[in-house]
């Protein structure tokens, strides 16, 4: 295996105004991914892609591999246009992917194998590689007689084996239990500080903003609907980076603030940008996405949160506490503040006066707080509580609905925004929703009110 010396400040990949969309059903237009995506991966640094979902970081990755091509924009590797397969990574996947009826040495061989190399030098790169993932002894091995964890490093062999000039890691370690992930992690970080890396840069997809601090020089943050470089952050610490030193937790609590504030100025200097206050736009309601997450799921982290000092919870430490990974919590934030239960400043999640009367008041009058907050603070409730109105008989099918959502998101994403809608919808008592039928409808008061 070679030593890589990580020093030098050659581009070895850069993105130059990509954009991505792709067509939606019927011919209804476009839905974009990426857009004015520019970003560059130096030799001898790690670089992370952050961003929750929807900001097209798997895209991304798998566009500088020339796995897909951009819609606009250019890739370049190497210093040469890429029009391709880029020769010059290799990819870890989230599934280890491995085929079951070769051996360990076998599936980590393939991609020489399909380079022309000769057996034996086959046999040499691959053997070397199992030892650098501490696999020695399981060259005969099935992948059926692997823990995840083994089969995942079975997966790092395969790419360091071709040594490529970048690696690139699509969420490498979230299909593992707790403890193996941060095992594997802490290996792979170890052998990129003593220089023993088998490729000049690492560029890794991850959506655990402390796995990006660990790992990364230099996070670039994605922002999301579409997929745009809102800023990068500089890991300003020495190698290893040491969880327990104050800039670490100080560089997680600028990462988690500004993503969990999209308005937010990315500026990179560790200092919270001021929260943008929410502006009035022309946007149809039906463009303005609603976080995915059930009203028990932001009732609950209410009721988490009421409980502590001041009603203030550091998003860290919650995070570390409900063993949620951020794709995870972050809807739950959104879904808070969107309604105006919390607010989120430097990296902590506080409870608004009203937030704090939504978790501790009776059921009854936490249903007319929250249709409260959802007709002040959600447009697309509000759409279908007027449209419904509008009908003498207050009733509508929803693929009416589902129709106007379709012009702005893909198919799956507009039935989970209606989805969720009718969740919101039903807690509220705004509307009512026959799943047989498919249709909604106005509740027999809001009929009658209606009706006058």
Known sequence: MTKIT???????????????????PDGKGEFTVLRHINAKVNSGEVVALLGRSGSGKS??????????????????????????????????FQSFALLPWL?????????????????????????????????????????????????????????????PQVLFMDEPFSALDVLTAENLRGEIDDLWN???????SILIVTHNIEEAVFLADRVIILGANPGRVRGEVVIDLPRPHDRNHPRFKALVDYIYTVMTNPEAE???????????????????????????????????????????????????????????????????LDGAVLLRFAKVTQGDVQLTDIGRDFATTTILRSKDLFQQQVLQNVPLL???????REKRNGSMRADFFLDLLDEH??????????ATAVDWGRYAELFEYDSREERLYLPEPMLAESAE
């Open 409 to 418: 998101f893909p198919h799956a994403e507009a039935e989970r925004q209606f």
């Open 194 to 200: 003593a220089g023993s890396f088998p490729s000049k």
């Open 6 to 24: 990580q020093t030098t400040e050659q581009v070895l990949i850069g993105v130059e105004e990509v954009n991505k969309s792709f067509p939606l």
């Open 103 to 163: 051996t360990v040495q076998q599936n980590v061989e393939l991609g020489l194998e399909a380079q022309g190399v000769n057996r034996e030098l086959r046999r040499q790169r691959a053997l070397k590689a199992i030892d650098l993932v501490g696999l020695d002894g399981f060259e005969s091995a099935y992948p059926k007689e692997l823990s995840g964890g083994m089969k995942q490093r079975v997966g790092f062999a395969r790419a360091f084996v071709i040594e």
């Open 266 to 332: 990315v500026t990179g200097e560790v200092t919270v940008a001021a929260t943008k206050a929410p502006t009035e736009t022309s946007k149809s309601p039906y463009a303005q996405s609603l976080p995915h997450v059930r009203v028990g799921g932001i009732s609950g982290l209410l009721e988490l949160i009421v409980e502590q000092p001041e009603g203030k919870e550091d998003i860290p430490k919650l995070a570390e506490r409900l063993q949620l990974e951020v794709d995870d919590l972050l809807p739950i």
């Open 59 to 92: 895209t991304l990755l798998r566009i500088m591999a020339g796995l897909i091509p951009p819609t606009d924009g250019q890739v370049i590797s190497n210093g040469k246009p890429l029009r391709s397969a880029n020769k010059d990574v290799a990819m870890v």
């Open 382 to 388: 509000v759409s279908i509580l007027q449209t419904l």
